[in-house]
């Protein structure tokens, strides 16, 4: 990795990280609940970079725009949520399990 993609990827954090500050309180904790069980058990391409979570945040920003409690854009069941999110995609468990079993 090259040392101008290091920046340019610090520089996109911390552009999303102020666009999360700007959200609603409701709707920073619950986003960064949803960052954290992403970091945990989320899918492997989350490290190429911010794109889901951008999409997170970009869809929290027009819940709150429109007025909406964040658990009215989530539902009520905020690990639901998540694991629609990354149904589908491979996820570091789905990695652990593959390697128990060789």
Known sequence: MSIKKIIQDKKEWRAHVSRVKALPQDYQIVYKEIQKYL??????????GIGLLSEILSFFEEGA???KGV???????????CDALIEGSKTYADLYQESVKK
């Open 65 to 67: 725009v429109a007025g």
């Open 39 to 48: 970091f945990k058990v989320g899918p492997v391409e989350l490290n190429e």
């Open 71 to 81: 658990l009215e854009v989530t539902g009520t069941d905020v690990a639901a949520f």
